[in-house]
């Protein structure tokens, strides 16, 4: 079998309010640890990857090109997010029009949602991932040339001028989690410096993401699952642990981020990790996510002394109508118990919420607002809705409201869908509002204040960047007064 080269690009993207300072880039940037998977993956087979990272390192199309130059790779790969898409279209039509005879390949939940209709749209994309890419991307570099890709689960492929779809993964060609190696970091320029989550979210540097499960077995409207599915399969106590001390001894790292989708769903896996993470004793600590019913006393006591620093739990609404409208199995009375229960063992809260739900009213958005500050939570993100392809609520999106399905803006910094009865300018007003509210409260601003020893890193970020900082603070304010002066009259 012929060695292979691949080059694997993580596109820019518009990550931020259209024409406004870009701060997800100064307050979060993850690592793309789809693309290190895949890397590490076809590493271990024979091939040769290298990745390139736009987002961490925007601006410079230079780079990637000369990569390509210089390593003359058969197969050039990205991955996209809806608002990332058409920037990986544009950096697909660069490599292109200089390097005609590379094969491109565009893989990430955009192209798993819609499929076809892309591959129609972009001939430049040779190659569509569908779902997770490891099996597929193999198979793919290993293909020996001889008639259509049947072969190959998991592709969009052209044959004879029409678009061919192979077909999703079947459950026994779904890998087994803990056959892969631990994703290529140490590809990725400047890691770990470079990379860093959200400030105020982790008591020490360096730190990163690490993903130890995939899927998730529930149907909420506003989630796309077309990627894995309503499948969950996860790494093993054991390999899990592997990987903590791998991160620590090779990068250093500090404090990990689980962005699982949901880390807390089988209790017998969350057990045995706790034991294994006190008898490692590595110094790490980490933070999780996980929906109110799966957490009990005995479960936050083991995460506690384990080194759990914090939670985020997905409430999205404080109205339990809209609530029982788009999210499965969830009870706001549940939720405010365990939340109490979360800080008594001492961790850290963050609330997730989603502001402009199809069905949102200036009532229900009272409700939330009065909910969510009514908390005894530490920290909290307020997204902007956004339908996805993909998600059970896109095809219907249209009947509650308007819709403006500009990709580029679909990131959930940007209001594309506006709910029937309100207007874009109140639903920015009341966004603003909301997070002014918030860190008007003296408890936040005080634990705010304890940062400076709890972490003293994320206060060294701020100061740093504090000009960014200030900017989206008077654009805050200036929005909330309007959405004040707006319920005086």
């Given at each position: 079998?012929?060695?292979?080269?691949?080059?694997?690009?993580?596109?820019?993207?518009?990550?931020?309010v259209?024409g406004?300072?870009?701060?997800?880039r100064?307050?979060?940037?993850?690592?793309?640890?789809?693309?290190c998977?895949?890397?590490?993956?076809?590493?271990?087979?024979?091939?040769?990857?290298?990745?390139?990272?736009c987002?961490?390192?925007?601006?410079?199309?230079?780079?990637?090109?000369?990569?390509?130059?210089?390593e003359?790779?058969?197969?050039?790969?990205?991955?996209?997010?809806?608002?990332?898409?058409?920037?990986?279209?544009?950096?697909?039509?660069?490599?292109?029009?200089?390097?005609?005879?590379?094969?491109?390949?565009?893989?990430?939940?955009?192209?798993?949602?819609?499929?076809?209709?892309?591959?129609?749209?972009?001939?430049?994309?040779?190659?569509?991932?569908?779902?997770?890419?490891?099996?597929?991307?193999?198979?793919?570099m290993?293909?020996?040339?001889?008639?259509?890709?049947?072969?190959?689960?998991g592709?969009?492929?052209?044959?004879?001028?029409?678009?061919?779809?192979?077909?999703?993964?079947?459950?026994?060609?779904?890998?087994?989690?803990?056959?892969?190696?631990?994703?290529?970091?140490d590809?990725?320029?400047?890691?770990?410096?470079?990379?860093?989550?959200?400030?105020?979210?982790?008591?020490?540097?360096?730190?990163?993401?690490?993903?130890?499960?995939?899927?998730?077995?529930?149907?909420?409207?506003?989630?796309?699952?077309?990627?894995?599915?309503?499948?969950y399969?996860?790494?093993?106590?054991?390999?899990?642990?592997?990987?903590?001390?791998?991160?620590?001894?090779?990068?250093?790292?500090?404090?990990?981020?689980?962005?699982d989708?949901?880390?807390?769903?089988?209790?017998?896996?969350?057990?045995?990790f706790?034991?294994?993470?006190?008898?490692?004793?590595?110094?790490?600590?980490?933070?999780?996510?996980?929906?109110a019913?799966?957490?009990?006393?005995?479960?936050?006591?083991?995460?506690?002394?384990?080194?759990?620093?914090?939670?985020?739990?997905?409430?999205?609404?404080?109205?339990?109508?809209?609530?029982?409208m788009?999210?499965?199995?969830?009870?706001?009375?549940?939720?405010?118990?365990?939340?109490?229960l979360?800080?008594?063992?001492?961790i850290?809260?963050?609330?997730?919420?989603?502001?402009?739900?199809?069905?949102?009213?200036?009532?229900?958005?009272?409700?939330?607002?009065?909910?969510?500050?009514?908390?005894?939570i530490?920290?909290?993100?307020?997204?902007?809705?956004?339908?996805?392809?993909?998600?059970?609520?896109?095809a219907?999106?249209?009947?509650?409201?308007?819709?403006d399905?500009?990709?580029?803006?679909?990131?959930?910094?940007?209001?594309?869908?506006?709910?029937?009865?309100?207007?874009?300018?109140?639903?920015?007003?009341r966004?603003?509002?909301?997070?002014?509210r918030?860190?008007e409260r003296?408890?936040?601003?005080?634990?705010?204040?304890?940062?400076?020893?709890?972490?003293?890193?994320?206060?060294?970020?701020?100061?740093?960047?504090?000009?960014?900082?200030?900017?989206?603070?008077?654009t805050?304010?200036?929005?909330?007064?309007?959405?004040?002066?707006?319920?005086?009259?």
């Amino acid at each position: 079998m012929a060695k292979k080269k691949i080059v694997l690009i993580h596109p820019q993207g518009e990550n931020w309010v259209a024409g406004e300072t870009d701060m997800t880039r100064i307050a979060n940037i993850m690592p793309p640890i789809g693309l290190c998977s895949l890397a590490a993956w076809v590493d271990q087979h024979g091939h040769q990857s290298f990745i390139h990272d736009c987002y961490a390192f925007p601006g410079d199309d230079q780079l990637y090109m000369d990569l390509i130059e210089t390593e003359e790779p058969e197969f050039v790969g990205l991955t996209a997010t809806t608002s990332a898409f058409l920037d990986a279209v544009r950096i697909a039509k660069k490599v292109k029009q200089r390097f005609p005879n590379v094969k491109i390949l565009l893989g990430g939940a955009h192209i798993s949602a819609l499929r076809n209709e892309v591959m129609e749209k972009f001939p430049v994309i040779d190659f569509g991932v569908v779902g997770e890419g490891e099996n597929t991307l193999l198979k793919l570099m290993e293909w020996d040339g001889n008639g259509p890709y049947t072969g190959i689960s998991g592709l969009l492929y052209r044959w004879d001028g029409q678009v061919v779809y192979s077909g999703f993964l079947k459950k026994d060609e779904l890998i087994e989690l803990d056959d892969l190696p631990f994703p290529a970091y140490d590809k990725l320029k400047g890691y770990p410096e470079a990379y860093k989550l959200p400030i105020f979210n982790y008591p020490k540097a360096p730190n990163t993401t690490v993903v130890s499960s995939r899927g998730c077995p529930y149907t909420c409207s506003y989630c796309d699952r077309t990627v894995f599915k309503q499948s969950y399969r996860f790494n093993t106590p054991e390999y899990t642990i592997r990987y903590v001390r791998h991160l620590k001894e090779k990068y250093g790292i500090r404090h990990i981020n689980f962005y699982d989708d949901l880390f807390t769903l089988h209790k017998k896996r969350v057990r045995k990790f706790c034991e294994l993470m006190r008898e490692a004793n590595l110094g790490v600590t980490f933070n999780i996510a996980a929906r109110a019913e799966h957490v009990d006393e005995e479960m936050l006591k083991n995460l506690k002394k384990a080194g759990c620093w914090m939670i985020s739990l997905g409430i999205e609404t404080g109205d339990p109508k809209l609530l029982e409208m788009h999210r499965s199995n969830s009870d706001l009375d549940t939720i405010r118990e365990k939340v109490k229960l979360i800080r008594k063992a001492g961790i850290r809260v963050k609330g997730l919420f989603i502001l402009g739900l199809p069905g949102e009213t200036e009532e229900s958005i009272d409700r939330t607002f009065d909910y969510a500050l009514d908390l005894p939570i530490n920290d909290l993100n307020l997204t902007k809705f956004t339908p996805f392809p993909g998600s059970p609520v896109y095809a219907t999106v249209r009947d509650h409201g308007e819709f403006d399905e500009n990709w580029e803006l679909m990131n959930c910094t940007n209001f594309v869908f506006i709910p029937k009865d309100l207007t874009k300018e109140r639903m920015e007003q009341r966004y603003m509002e909301f997070y002014r509210r918030h860190f008007e409260r003296p408890h936040i601003l005080f634990d705010y204040v304890t940062m400076l020893w709890r972490s003293p890193n994320s206060w060294y970020r701020l100061m740093l960047n504090l000009k960014d900082f200030l900017k989206v603070r008077s654009t805050f304010k200036k929005g909330s007064d309007l959405a004040m002066e707006y319920k005086a009259r």
